[in-house]
């Protein structure tokens, strides 16, 4: 079955989740394309030990609020991912994963998934190898036990992944950026940077038609960047969306 799209969200991090939330209230056909899994910054750009900031009664997405029975507690990283991943779930977020956006005229997408989990395990591998190394060289009793494995087992190749997407003739219209507040838009070759590399917008929408921001530091408020201040942005930019159109 051939899709339908008009609005293209690029990350599945809890800004694209939000973007989807309410584009789908308004009723928007769109896809979320991810290069990684749903919630990929908080599983692989995360200290193990790190802890949520703000008590668990702040935790919530646009539609869906953290249930404890701590609610003054604070929860570790992985469970910020798995209430992610249940808010991903329970949207019916259309996520595409694997796939990483490279260039914006045409939009260029990578079927990155195989490459970047075989950039992970090796650079986990070579980590490993070091603390093997240092045991060795120490006497550290736990070097009987090396951590070296086995290479893991090659994935599938995808079959025919999508590599390229002429936006105009695919009928999309709008493209809403949310790849988290760290970014490089380098590479974007369009009149919506400042020289400091910055992009410049109002509450997300920038000069150059159907182009969006979220998530960015201050996009409107303190708050843009945070969990639970995501989703404001994401409505106003889902109105802006709907109303253009
Ligand atoms: C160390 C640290 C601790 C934090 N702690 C808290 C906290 O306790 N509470 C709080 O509210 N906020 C916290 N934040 C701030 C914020 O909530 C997180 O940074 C959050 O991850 C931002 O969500 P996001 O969806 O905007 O971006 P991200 O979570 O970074 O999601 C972006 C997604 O886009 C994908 N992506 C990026 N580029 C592309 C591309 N070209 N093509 C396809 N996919 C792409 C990535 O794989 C990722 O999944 C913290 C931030 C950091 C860095």
Known sequence: MIEKID?????????GLAMSYHLKR??????????????QSWRSERWDSLMFQFPN?????????????DPDGYVPKDEIVRFIERY??????????????VALRKLVIEAD???????????????????????????????EEKLIEDP????PRLSRPITELDLRSAGI????W?????????????????????????????QCPGLYFLGLRRTYAVSSALLAGVGNDAAFIAEHISTRQ
């Open 88 to 101: 991903a779930a329970m949207i019916d977020a259309p996520v595409r994963c694997g796939l990483r956006a």
């Open 7 to 15: 609005t293209l969200v690029i990350g599945g991090g809890q800004a």
């Open 178 to 206: 949310c790849s988290g507040f760290r970014y490089d838009f380098a590479w974007v070759k369009l009149p919506i940077l400042n020289d400091a590399g910055e992009p410049l917008h109002q509450r997300g929408v920038t």
């Open 26 to 39: 308004l009723g928007r056909e769109h896809v979320i394309l991810e290069r990684g899994r749903v919630g």
């Open 113 to 143: 998934l195989e490459n970047t989990l075989v950039q992970g395990d090796a650079w986990f591998a070579s980590l490993k190898k070091r603390m093997d190394d240092y045991a060795e060289k120490s006497g550290l009793a736990w070097s």
């Open 57 to 69: 009664s702040s935790i919530q997405l646009p539609g869906y609020t953290y249930e404890s029975d």
């Open 152 to 155: 893991p087992p090659s994935l």
């Open 173 to 176: 219209s709008s493209v809403v």
